[in-house]
C-alpha cells in the first residue's frame, strides 16, 4: 500500500511540475469510451503478467473515500451521536404528548398533518387549508 501512494504522488509530482503524462491505463474505467492503448495497455498487465506502473484512479478514489469515511466516523461519529441522542429525546416528548391527547384531536391533527404534506415541495404564500378537510 505504501509503495502504491507513493508511486501515485511521485506522478502526481512529474505530472504537475513537468507536464509528464500519466499512463494511460490508470484511467480506465472513467470513461465511455477507450482508446487502443488503453485496452492494450490494460490487456498486457491483466493476461500478460506487465506490471502495473500506476493504479487505476477509480482504486486511488476508493481508497482516499474509505480513509476520509473513517476519519469521519471516528472523529465526528461521538459528536453526531450525541447530538442524535438529543433529537430522540426531544421526538420522544412530543410522541408523549400526542399519545395524551383525546381521540378527536389525534383525528384532527391527523389531517392536518395529511393536508400539509400534500402541499410539500410546492411555493405556496400563506397557504389556507379549508376546515372541511
Not at 498486457?44 to 476508493?62: A, C, G, S, V, Y
Request: contains cysteine; hydrophobic residues 40%; glycine residues 4%.
Amino acid at each position: 500500500m505504501d509503495k502504491c501512494i507513493s508511486k501515485i504522488y511521485r506522478y502526481r509530482s512529474k505530472y504537475v511540475h513537468s507536464g509528464v503524462n500519466f499512463p494511460s491505463s490508470i484511467i480506465f474505467g472513467l470513461k465511455e469510451w477507450v482508446k487502443g492503448a488503453e485496452i492494450k495497455e490494460m490487456t498486457e498487465i491483466l493476461f500478460e503478467n506487465k506490471k502495473i506502473q500506476l493504479p487505476t484512479f477509480t482504486w486511488f478514489e476508493r481508497l482516499v473515500h474509505f480513509v476520509l469515511v473513517q476519519y469521519l466516523k471516528e472523529k465526528c461519529a461521538p459528536i453526531l451521536k450525541e447530538k442524535r441522542d438529543i433529537e430522540m429525546q426531544e421526538q420522544g416528548k412530543i410522541f408523549k404528548i400526542i399519545d395524551s391527547m383525546s381521540p378527536n384531536v389525534k383525528a384532527s391533527l391527523s389531517k392536518l398533518v395529511y393536508a400539509t404534506a400534500e402541499l410539500a415541495g410546492e411555493a405556496i404564500i400563506g397557504p389556507h387549508i379549508p376546515n372541511s378537510q
